[in-house]
């Protein structure tokens, strides 16, 4: 990942949106789920999460839709209006109350995606067999331990939105 501290600008594919993230995610994701899968269009999805404080529209406004989830709650997904490209979304089933503080960042809709490469590729088991990942990327065929994955500003960052959530840090 990327070292700069940010601001990061992206948007949606018509220009009516325009947002900007105040720091570097706390991790960046590959997911190769099915969902992600279908909901992208693509072999994976590449997510960046980030506290729902340092993400900010800077131009018009954004649609939330609830899409149906594995998990049964669903996730939101923030569109643009009119050209339908979603910018983030967020995952309602999210572990200790989290769903609502933390943001899933698509990168492609950076301006600069190339700056945040994913950190770790998760559920690989349902990865598109023509899909090569680089041989020193972590991978998991589903989830993993977060504290063994993340890094320790990383975990600063998560612990403090449990506090604001009021649930304690797994």
């Keep these: 990942m990327t070292e700069p501290n940010g601001p990061f600008e992206g948007g949606c594919a018509c220009g009516h949106v325009r947002y900007e993230i105040s720091s570097t995610p706390m991790i960046v994701h590959g ?4 969902w992600c899968q279908r909901e992208s269009g693509g072999a994976f ?5 980030i506290e729902a ?5 800077t131009k018009g406004d954004v649609a939330e ?9 669903g996730q939101l997904f923030s569109k643009c209006p009119q050209c339908q490209v979603t ?6 089933a999210m572990r200790g109350g989290l769903g609502q503080l933390v943001r899933f960042i698509r ?3 950076l301006d600069n995606p190339d700056a945040f490469p994913p950190d770790v590729h998760i559920f690989t088991s349902t990865k598109q067999p023509w899909v090569v990942l680089p041989q020193d990327a972590p991978a998991f065929e589903e989830y993993f331990v977060i504290k063994d994955v993340w890094s320790p500003e990383s975990l600063v960052r998560r612990a403090v939105l ?3 959530a009021g649930t304690p840090a797994p």
């Design 162 to 164: 449990h506090e604001i």
């Design 65 to 73: 839709i609830l899409v149906p989830s594995q998990s049964g709650i």
């Design 87 to 92: 910018l983030w979304t967020k995952y309602l």
């Design 107 to 109: 990168v492609g809709t």
């Design 31 to 34: 997911c190769h789920c099915r």
């Design 45 to 49: 999805a590449v997510n960046a999460l």
């Design 53 to 57: 404080d340092r993400v900010t529209v």
